[in-house]
């Protein structure tokens, strides 16, 4: 960032070579003291999922604009003058495609979407490798959430077979998800009556018997699947048994999970599979602005609100920032983790860090 610099016409013939020296220092002294304004986005996903609300959070918590005490009284907070915002955007894919052209800043998106990304595999085939994403930290687990219409006959994945099923926008880490678990359970896709709607359509339609499944993966709980098991509309079904055995081995990013009994009001444990967001950043960020970030979002000060504010951001913990990371740490990133001797563990796939 490049401070505005006053600058000083002189008329010829009127000027006076003491007040025009008089008049540059005043002016570069009041530039030294007022920080520069460091614009810094993160873009999410809608509002009605995990992304955006953590987003959020994250961005208020970080930001060191102006005047703020708690910033200036101990590194709670990112550089001088940084201001965070979050964005709603059309998920997970979008993001990623985003912030490896440099067109966003930062972003959230889910491991095995990240993991994709920098191969220029699945849902990244045709855009080739992102060789510009980097991370900051991996923030927390999400679930993955198969929801069916309550009174449906689907018990199993394989019932989906001949059923309306939503994926996920086409754009989102959901259908990336979504298609990995079809493909491990050997169902094909034109045996599905496929829709790509968002996760707010996808529960109106469900509750209007337009929808039988879809698939919604995000931070626990869901306000939306808790919504819809409430009020009789939908229940989970799990994703288990040989496919998902099948699924762990192909998609080392997935990892098997249990959505644990009353998550969900009046239900049981349902077994499933999870993956983690993970906060991405372009490679040509500076390196003193995301160790000041990556800093300020484990300080120890911003504990409580992340613990306070739902289950996803109290989840984002120091002893999982660098497990398994879908992509290399960002220099700055890793400048941090290093200094305070917690040393990125090896890529599950590549072996590397």
């Not at 990112?78 to 997970?92: E, F, K, M, N, V």
């Not at 359509?201 to 337009?210: C, F, H, I, S, V």
């Not at 484990?298 to 739902?310: K, T, W």
Request: with cysteine.
């Amino acid at each position: 960032m490049k401070l505005r610099r006053a600058t000083i016409y002189v008329l010829a013939g009127l000027a006076v070579p003491v007040l025009a020296v008089a008049l540059l220092v005043v002016s570069f002294g009041s530039a030294q003291t007022r920080p520069a304004r460091i614009s810094f986005q993160i873009v999410t996903g809608s509002t009605g999922g995990t992304y955006f609300p953590a987003g959020r959070l994250i961005a208020g918590l970080i930001s060191h604009p102006p005047g703020v005490d708690r910033c200036d009284s101990a590194s709670v907070c990112g550089p001088s003058g940084l201001i965070i915002s979050a964005r709603t955007s059309d998920g997970a894919i979008s993001n990623v495609l985003m912030v490896n052209q440099g067109s966003a800043d930062s972003g959230f998106a889910q491991g095995d979407v990240v993991a994709e990304a920098v191969a220029g595999e699945g849902a990244f085939l045709k855009a080739g490798k992102q060789s510009h994403v980097r991370v900051i930290a991996v923030l927390f687990p999400e679930d993955v959430n198969l929801v069916v219409a309550k009174n449906s006959a689907i018990r199993k994945v394989a019932d989906l077979r001949g059923k309306r099923v939503s994926l996920g926008p086409e754009s989102s880490g959901s259908s990336v998800t979504a298609h990995a678990i079809i493909a491990a359970y050997d169902l094909p896709l034109w045996r599905m009556k496929i829709r790509h709607d968002n996760a707010d359509t996808d529960a109106q339609l469900m509750q209007r018997g337009q929808l039988d499944a879809f698939f919604f993966v995000g931070g626990r709980p869901s306000g939306l699947v808790d919504d819809l098991i409430a009020r009789g509309i939908a229940r989970l079904v799990p994703i288990d048994g040989a496919g998902r055995d099948k699924l762990l081995k192909s998609t080392p990013a997935v990892a098997a999970n249990t959505i644990a009994a009353g998550t969900y009001r009046g239900t049981p444990a349902v077994e499933s599979v999870s993956v983690h967001a993970v906060w991405i950043v372009n490679d040509r960020e500076p390196d003193y602005l995301v160790y000041g970030i990556a800093r300020a979002l484990f300080h120890p000060g911003n504990r409580s609100a992340l613990d306070d504010d739902g289950e996803a951001t109290a989840q984002i913990r120091l002893e999982t920032s660098t497990a398994e990371l879908p992509a290399p740490l960002h220099p700055g990133a890793e400048r941090f983790f290093r200094e305070i001797g917690h040393l990125p563990k090896p890529n599950i796939k590549t072996g590397k860090n």
